[in-house]
Structure formats: structure tokens, C-alpha cells
């Protein structure tokens, strides 16, 4: 017994912080999460056990709800797809030694270190205002803009654009990956008169493909998460016509705006069980177009 | 005869180097031209930010240019007094919690960093899987019930329920971080310094920490400005003008809807992202290569 407790005396001291964090804030509040999403819970009364009221209420009555999926599925689908296009090309253009690549990389992930910042959120709202940069290089181009903040046909691709506008991560991500890829393969490509579309499907996309796997989850999470710009930019409520209400927006707006801490926390729910199940796909469907290295068979 | 066929072909042969040199120097060319192009429109946005801060409201519109024609210095002066509640306080507040935070952050991460890197302990593995796992929990699904947590402990309106969770190792990303920096560390040293009859708090603090100060430094500028601009836990939990942090008081233009503020907000917005800017400058080869290394955001 003293042995067993000297054993681990050490491990479980330096541990301590982290085991009380993990149980107070991760553990815990998953499983109370859990509980809540079975309860009506307005704060100021206990929560009353409901069943599964409000899962049944958000799928056949809610249709915040359901906007609220398919604006943050519709932003998920366009947004990280784009991004890693953009951060695959100037990652590609900027390998091989190119001078001075340390500034362009630098200016490259500058607004990504800015973006999750309210400044940025709000000189976006500014770009794209009626009067804004945006449409003023439109002009010059001889079109109108339309109002993209207040019409709901357009006030998504705002935050798609500043979402895209943010490809520094998975460019550095992809720049370390191409940087692994053997330069003989690609010499061995050029002997055999392969063009650069077919070095790039041939070569740099299967080589890649875990990297771009690695990029794709990471980001794909990120997305689902994203909540700053779309608050930000819609004043809070998800306006115009909800056309910017992301499912963490409506989430926050069910919670702290309206006290509705059960219905919520089952919104929270689905959220994770969103997020899990992309995530699950994805490493499942992964086998079938990533293949490391160094695995045999 | 011999001599003028290999004259030819050597004649051949630097034509083709050489028209391939051409080649390669034209495509370069165009890469740094697209390159140069593309990173122009990436900072466009925030140069346009900062002309905006010294320029007089009614220019701010319909303006693209980079150079105010007058330059309004008093925007700052006015954005500084703008709302009930002076930017001292709340760049003080932003600071408080920044600085507290990544103290909290670097200690309890890189003591959970260290235990799982160095140290033998029952249920190690268990635990390992469990932190890595809360890598993808979203923060809106522990959101309310912590909430409710801090809310029975009073803290609410506080600055405690930001901080407190930094000292209990809750991202798990930072321990990562530092268990991939530890495992490269050689393992002799902790033996040695074992078998000279150190304890394991004197290794942690004699040999690991001092060695690796690359990754601590990387994890508190992470933490830094993720701290700064986090957006989300203020709002939730703090509800006095005098305890907001500046993002939460930059968000206040966005809601008070007197007009002909828009000079002073980004010259308050310029203010709040040049903490951010100044640790990109100086930090810039730490923070991309802490990327590259864990894939972080």
C-alpha cells in the first residue's frame, strides 16, 4: 500500500490541477449538460424533468432550429472547402524556396492571427456596408453591389469570405507537409513528361492526402464552432431573417437572452453529436482515400 | 566530324538549359507576382482599417484609398472617452485577465505536460485518451453548466470564472504542445538527475522547465492571444461597463447606433489589435513554428 502511494505520489500531484479541471469543467459538465437537456431550466426555479420534451419540440416545431442548421451546414460546406483550396495554393506557390518567403508568409497568416478578434468582426460589418470598400471596387468595376448585410440572399458569404479570408493555419500545416515530399518524385515525373496537373493528382494530392485529412477535420470543427463574426456581424440575433443565425448564435440567444438553460443545453447536445458524427465520417471515410506512409498493405 | 557533332549537341544542350532557366525565372516571376498580388488584398482590409482611424467620418464611406487627406489624430482621443466608461479601464481589465491567464496556462499545463511526458503513474494511458479527447469537446457545450457553476459560487460579475479555469490545465491543446517538447528532451538527464537523489519536483523544475522555455514561450503567446481576444467568456460572464474587457467594449459600437462614431471606433479597434500585432512581430518565427509543430488554429 505505501509502495503503491509513493508509486504514484508524484505523477498525481503534478496531475492534480488537471484532474480537478477535467471533473469540474470538461466531465461534469458534459454529464450535467446531459441532464439539463432533459429539463426545462430557467435559473431561478430547479430544473423540472421533461423527458424528451425539448428534443421532440426542436425537431417537429422549431424552425429556428432548423434554420439554424442549415445556416451553419451551408457555411461549413462552403467555407472549409475553400479555405484549403486557398491555403493548398499559396502553400504550393510558396514552396520550392522562393525569396523571400518568410514575409509572405508572415502577411499571409496575419489576418488569421487577427481574426477571431471583435476589431476584425466589426471592419468586416464596415467592408461590406451598402456605402463600403466592397462595393465601392465594385463601382469602379460598373456594378452595383447589393446590400450585403441586409439582405439575406447575401449576408452569408460575408462571414464565408472572412472565414476563407483566414487560410493562414492550413497553409502553414500544408507548407510542412509538402515540404516531406520527396523533390525525386516529382524529377521522376518531369523525365516522364508529366505536366503539373498530373504531378499535382499523381504526386502531391495522394502524398498529401494526410495533411489535407489533418486540415480538413481541424477545420471542419472549427467551423461548426465558429461564433465571434456571425454574433458580431448580425448585432447578436442572427438578423437579417436569421440568415446569419449560426447554431452556436442561436445557442447563446436560447441561454443567456432567454434563460431557457434546458432547451439549450439540448441544442448543446446536438451540436456535439454533430460535431462527433462529421468527425467519426470523416476518419471512417478516410481509409478509403488517405494512406499513410509508413503503413504496410 | 566527331568534334562538330558534339560541339552541336553540346550547343543544343545549353539552349535547352538555358531556355529552361528562361522558363523557370518567367514562371517565378509569375508566382511573386501572384503572390505579391494576393497578399496585397489579404492586408488590404487591415490598412484600410488603420487609414479609417485617422480619417474624418464623412471620408470613411465610398473611400478606398490608404492615405487619410487629412489626418484626424483626435479620433483616438475621442475613441479613448467614447463610451461611459474610459478605455484605461477596460485595456487595464483586458490586461489583469490576459496576464493571469497565461501564468495560469503555462504552470498547470506544463504540469500536466510533465506528468504525462516523464512520469509513471496507474491509469496514465486512461487519463492521456480522456485530455486528448476533450481537444474536440466544443466550448458551447460546457458553457452553461459552468455557468451555473460559477453562478452558485458567486463569481459571476467577476473576473474568477476566466481565470481560475487557466490554472486547471483546461486546453488541452497547450498540454499537448508541451508533451510533444518534453518527449523530445533526452531521458539521461531526468536519470541521472534521479540517481543524484532528485526528486521529481526538483527535475521538473531544474531541468525540464529551464530546458524547455521554446515551448513554454510558444504556449504563453498562444495563450495570450487567445486571452486577449476572446470574445465569448466575457460576455457571458461579465455584466458591469467597469469590469469589460476591451473586445466586450468595442462591441458596444457596434450596438449604440449614434452614428458619426466610426473614426473613433476604429481607431479603438487599431488599439485593441496592436498588442496581437506587436507579439506577431517580435514572436512571428515561434508562433508559425508552434503551428507547424501541433497544428494548432
Given at each position: 500500500m505505501e509502495k503503491f502511494f509513493r508509486r504514484n505520489f508524484a505523477g498525481y500531484s503534478f496531475l492534480a490541477p488537471w484532474l480537478v479541471g477535467f471533473f469540474l469543467l470538461a466531465i461534469g459538465p458534459i454529464l450535467a449538460s446531459l441532464y439539463l437537456s432533459f429539463t426545462k431550466y430557467n435559473v431561478v426555479r430547479p430544473p423540472q424533468w421533461i423527458g424528451w420534451d425539448n428534443y421532440t419540440y426542436m425537431v417537429q416545431f422549431d424552425a429556428r432550429f432548423w434554420k439554424a442548421l442549415q445556416v451553419t451546414f451551408t457555411f461549413v460546406a462552403v467555407s472549409v472547402p475553400a479555405k484549403l483550396v486557398f491555403a493548398l495554393g499559396v502553400a504550393m506557390a510558396l514552396d520550392?524556396?522562393?525569396?523571400?518567403i518568410g514575409w509572405y508568409r508572415a502577411l499571409f497568416y496575419l489576418p488569421s492571427i487577427l481574426g477571431g478578434s471583435i476589431a476584425v468582426a466589426i471592419l468586416w460589418r464596415q467592408l461590406f456596408n451598402y456605402d463600403g470598400v466592397i462595393n465601392s471596387m465594385l463601382r469602379l468595376f460598373g456594378t452595383d453591389g447589393p446590400y450585403w448585410l441586409a439582405d439575406p440572399n447575401y449576408s452569408l458569404w460575408t462571414l464565408i469570405v472572412l472565414a476563407v479570408w483566414q487560410f493562414g493555419s492550413p497553409m502553414l500545416i500544408f507548407l510542412a507537409g509538402l515540404r516531406a515530399i520527396p523533390q525525386e518524385l516529382y524529377e521522376a515525373a518531369e523525365i516522364d513528361a508529366a505536366g503539373p496537373v498530373r504531378k499535382f493528382f499523381a504526386i502531391t494530392v495522394p502524398l498529401l492526402a494526410p495533411v489535407i485529412f489533418f486540415n480538413l477535420v481541424l477545420q471542419m470543427i472549427e467551423a461548426f464552432k465558429s461564433f465571434s463574426g456571425a454574433f458580431i456581424i448580425s448585432g447578436g440575433s442572427g438578423a437579417p431573417l436569421d440568415s446569419l443565425l449560426f447554431f452556436t448564435v442561436y445557442l447563446y440567444n436560447e441561454a443567456?437572452?432567454?434563460?431557457r438553460m434546458g432547451y439549450a443545453s439540448a441544442l448543446a447536445w446536438v451540436l456535439l453529436l454533430i460535431i462527433a458524427g462529421f468527425t467519426a465520417i470523416a476518419f471512417w471515410t478516410s481509409k478509403y482515400w488517405v494512406h499513410y506512409e509508413n503503413e504496410r498493405g | 566530324m566527331t568534334d562538330t557533332t558534339i560541339s552541336n549537341t553540346a550547343a543544343l544542350a545549353a539552349e535547352y538549359r538555358a531556355n529552361r532557366a528562361k522558363r523557370a525565372r518567367r514562371a517565378g516571376l509569375l508566382k511573386h507576382l501572384f503572390l505579391i498580388a494576393t497578399s496585397l488584398i489579404m492586408v488590404y482590409p487591415l490598412l484600410w482599417m488603420l487609414a479609417s482611424s485617422l480619417k474624418p467620418d464623412n471620408q470613411i464611406f465610398g473611400d478606398l484609398s490608404?492615405?487619410?487627406?487629412?489626418?484626424?489624430?483626435s479620433n483616438y482621443w475621442q475613441g479613448w472617452n467614447?463610451?461611459?466608461?474610459?478605455?484605461t479601464r477596460f485595456f487595464w481589465n483586458s490586461t489583469v485577465i490576459t496576464v493571469l491567464s497565461v501564468i495560469g496556462n503555462v504552470i498547470s499545463c506544463s504540469f500536466a505536460a510533465y506528468a504525462f511526458a516523464r512520469l509513471e503513474f496507474t491509469g496514465k494511458t486512461i487519463w492521456f485518451a480522456l485530455m486528448m479527447m476533450?481537444?474536440?469537446?466544443?466550448?458551447h457545450v460546457v458553457l452553461i453548466p459552468q455557468y451555473l457553476l460559477f453562478l452558485n459560487l458567486g463569481w459571476?460579475?467577476?473576473?474568477l470564472p476566466l481565470i481560475v479555469p487557466k490554472f486547471l490545465a483546461g486546453d488541452a491543446f497547450f498540454v499537448f504542445l508541451m508533451i510533444q517538447f518534453f518527449r523530445q528532451l533526452p531521458r539521461d538527464l531526468d536519470e541521472a538527475a534521479m540517481i543524484d537523489g532528485c526528486s521529481p519536483f526538483k527535475i521538473y523544475w531544474a531541468i525540464i522547465m529551464p530546458l524547455s522555455l521554446p515551448a513554454m514561450a510558444t504556449a504563453a503567446i498562444f495563450s495570450f492571444i487567445w486571452s486577449w481576444e476572446d470574445f465569448l467568456g466575457p460576455l457571458v460572464y461579465l455584466n458591469d461597463m467597469n469590469d469589460y474587457t476591451v473586445p466586450l467594449a468595442l462591441r458596444m459600437f457596434t450596438s449604440q447606433?449614434?452614428?458619426?462614431q466610426y473614426g473613433p471606433m476604429f481607431a479603438m479597434s487599431i488599439l485593441s489589435i496592436l498588442p496581437i500585432l506587436i507579439f506577431f512581430v517580435i514572436f512571428q518565427r515561434m508562433i508559425i513554428q508552434g503551428i507547424a509543430m501541433s497544428g494548432l488554429k
Amino acid at each position: 500500500m505505501e509502495k503503491f502511494f509513493r508509486r504514484n505520489f508524484a505523477g498525481y500531484s503534478f496531475l492534480a490541477p488537471w484532474l480537478v479541471g477535467f471533473f469540474l469543467l470538461a466531465i461534469g459538465p458534459i454529464l450535467a449538460s446531459l441532464y439539463l437537456s432533459f429539463t426545462k431550466y430557467n435559473v431561478v426555479r430547479p430544473p423540472q424533468w421533461i423527458g424528451w420534451d425539448n428534443y421532440t419540440y426542436m425537431v417537429q416545431f422549431d424552425a429556428r432550429f432548423w434554420k439554424a442548421l442549415q445556416v451553419t451546414f451551408t457555411f461549413v460546406a462552403v467555407s472549409v472547402p475553400a479555405k484549403l483550396v486557398f491555403a493548398l495554393g499559396v502553400a504550393m506557390a510558396l514552396d520550392k524556396g522562393i525569396r523571400a518567403i518568410g514575409w509572405y508568409r508572415a502577411l499571409f497568416y496575419l489576418p488569421s492571427i487577427l481574426g477571431g478578434s471583435i476589431a476584425v468582426a466589426i471592419l468586416w460589418r464596415q467592408l461590406f456596408n451598402y456605402d463600403g470598400v466592397i462595393n465601392s471596387m465594385l463601382r469602379l468595376f460598373g456594378t452595383d453591389g447589393p446590400y450585403w448585410l441586409a439582405d439575406p440572399n447575401y449576408s452569408l458569404w460575408t462571414l464565408i469570405v472572412l472565414a476563407v479570408w483566414q487560410f493562414g493555419s492550413p497553409m502553414l500545416i500544408f507548407l510542412a507537409g509538402l515540404r516531406a515530399i520527396p523533390q525525386e518524385l516529382y524529377e521522376a515525373a518531369e523525365i516522364d513528361a508529366a505536366g503539373p496537373v498530373r504531378k499535382f493528382f499523381a504526386i502531391t494530392v495522394p502524398l498529401l492526402a494526410p495533411v489535407i485529412f489533418f486540415n480538413l477535420v481541424l477545420q471542419m470543427i472549427e467551423a461548426f464552432k465558429s461564433f465571434s463574426g456571425a454574433f458580431i456581424i448580425s448585432g447578436g440575433s442572427g438578423a437579417p431573417l436569421d440568415s446569419l443565425l449560426f447554431f452556436t448564435v442561436y445557442l447563446y440567444n436560447e441561454a443567456f437572452s432567454f434563460l431557457r438553460m434546458g432547451y439549450a443545453s439540448a441544442l448543446a447536445w446536438v451540436l456535439l453529436l454533430i460535431i462527433a458524427g462529421f468527425t467519426a465520417i470523416a476518419f471512417w471515410t478516410s481509409k478509403y482515400w488517405v494512406h499513410y506512409e509508413n503503413e504496410r498493405g | 566530324m566527331t568534334d562538330t557533332t558534339i560541339s552541336n549537341t553540346a550547343a543544343l544542350a545549353a539552349e535547352y538549359r538555358a531556355n529552361r532557366a528562361k522558363r523557370a525565372r518567367r514562371a517565378g516571376l509569375l508566382k511573386h507576382l501572384f503572390l505579391i498580388a494576393t497578399s496585397l488584398i489579404m492586408v488590404y482590409p487591415l490598412l484600410w482599417m488603420l487609414a479609417s482611424s485617422l480619417k474624418p467620418d464623412n471620408q470613411i464611406f465610398g473611400d478606398l484609398s490608404l492615405w487619410p487627406s487629412t489626418f484626424e489624430w483626435s479620433n483616438y482621443w475621442q475613441g479613448w472617452n467614447a463610451l461611459p466608461v474610459s478605455f484605461t479601464r477596460f485595456f487595464w481589465n483586458s490586461t489583469v485577465i490576459t496576464v493571469l491567464s497565461v501564468i495560469g496556462n503555462v504552470i498547470s499545463c506544463s504540469f500536466a505536460a510533465y506528468a504525462f511526458a516523464r512520469l509513471e503513474f496507474t491509469g496514465k494511458t486512461i487519463w492521456f485518451a480522456l485530455m486528448m479527447m476533450t481537444l474536440m469537446i466544443p466550448y458551447h457545450v460546457v458553457l452553461i453548466p459552468q455557468y451555473l457553476l460559477f453562478l452558485n459560487l458567486g463569481w459571476v460579475d467577476t473576473y474568477l470564472p476566466l481565470i481560475v479555469p487557466k490554472f486547471l490545465a483546461g486546453d488541452a491543446f497547450f498540454v499537448f504542445l508541451m508533451i510533444q517538447f518534453f518527449r523530445q528532451l533526452p531521458r539521461d538527464l531526468d536519470e541521472a538527475a534521479m540517481i543524484d537523489g532528485c526528486s521529481p519536483f526538483k527535475i521538473y523544475w531544474a531541468i525540464i522547465m529551464p530546458l524547455s522555455l521554446p515551448a513554454m514561450a510558444t504556449a504563453a503567446i498562444f495563450s495570450f492571444i487567445w486571452s486577449w481576444e476572446d470574445f465569448l467568456g466575457p460576455l457571458v460572464y461579465l455584466n458591469d461597463m467597469n469590469d469589460y474587457t476591451v473586445p466586450l467594449a468595442l462591441r458596444m459600437f457596434t450596438s449604440q447606433d449614434s452614428v458619426s462614431q466610426y473614426g473613433p471606433m476604429f481607431a479603438m479597434s487599431i488599439l485593441s489589435i496592436l498588442p496581437i500585432l506587436i507579439f506577431f512581430v517580435i514572436f512571428q518565427r515561434m508562433i508559425i513554428q508552434g503551428i507547424a509543430m501541433s497544428g494548432l488554429k
